[in-house]
C-alpha cells in the first residue's frame, strides 16, 4: 500500500512496478515527461524511469494488447496504433534514453526480468 501511485496509466504498470520494488530495484519515477521531437504531440509520459549502473536512463514500457486490440483506443486501425508507438519510442531514444519493452506476464517472471534489465545495465539496489 505504501508504494500505491496514482500516476500509474494502467493495472499492468503498477504491477511491473510492484514486482521491481519487490526484486529490489530502485523506481526513479514513474509517468515522467520527456519533451518530444514532434512539439506538436506535446510531452511523452515513460511508464517507468529507472537508472543503468552508468547513469543513463532506461525507460521500462510495460505492453498491453488493449491499445492495439480495441477500436476506441488505436483510431480504428491496429496497424495505425503500432506505428503510432514506434514514431513515441523512436522520440524517446533520440532524448537518450534506452527503452525496455515488457508485458507483465514477461515480469512476472522475476528470472527473466532480471535478466532482461542486466543487458541494459540495471540492477536490483539490495
Known sequence: MACMDGRAESGGESIVRGILIELGYLVKDIQAPVTSIDTARGPLRLDILLQADDGSLVDLEVDGGE??????????????????????????????????????????????????????????QG
Open 67 to 124: 491499445k492495439y486490440e480495441n477500436l476506441e483506443m488505436n483510431g480504428g486501425s491496429p496497424l495505425h496504433a503500432l506505428m503510432r508507438e514506434r514514431q513515441r519510442e523512436a522520440g524517446i531514444t533520440a532524448r537518450g534514453y534506452k527503452v525496455v519493452r515488457v508485458t507483465v506476464t514477461q515480469a512476472r517472471d522475476r528470472a527473466w526480468l532480471k535478466a532482461r534489465l542486466s543487458v541494459y545495465g540495471v540492477y536490483p
